[in-house]
């Protein structure tokens, strides 16, 4: 069996259906220091009372301490994207306008990925 490469596994990825929506909130110790554990609170509350089929998890580091707090989403139908500098205010909007609503927020994207 070949070793498994970055291309493969990106391979894998884009024959994979995301099915599950997902919010991943980057929670590695600079993250935190910047702030995530209020974000992903904020998250995991407005997703529990929209009663939105979201799944919040916590997720290491990105590489990239300068952008943090960074939240990564996932929905079908929309490119991964990974928003930086995610502050309490942006997370609610990104829950409104992206997650219920289907529109990027571009001001504060850092990623968009397929």
Sequence with gaps: MPKLNLQG???IRKQTP?????IAVGMSACGLAAGAQEVFEVLKEEVKKRN????VTK?????MCYA???VEI????????????????????IVERH??????LNDHIFEVRG
Aim: glycine residues 10%.
């Design 9 to 11: 596994l990106e391979l």
């Design 18 to 22: 995301n099915k599950k929506s997902s």
């Design 52 to 55: 939105l089929a979201v799944e």
């Design 59 to 63: 997720s290491g580091c990105a590489g």
């Design 68 to 70: 943090e707090p960074m």
């Design 74 to 93: 996932k929905m079908e139908g929309l490119p991964t994207v990974i928003y930086g500098k995610v502050n309490n205010e942006v997370a609610l909007e």
């Design 99 to 104: 997650i219920m609503g289907h529109t990027l």
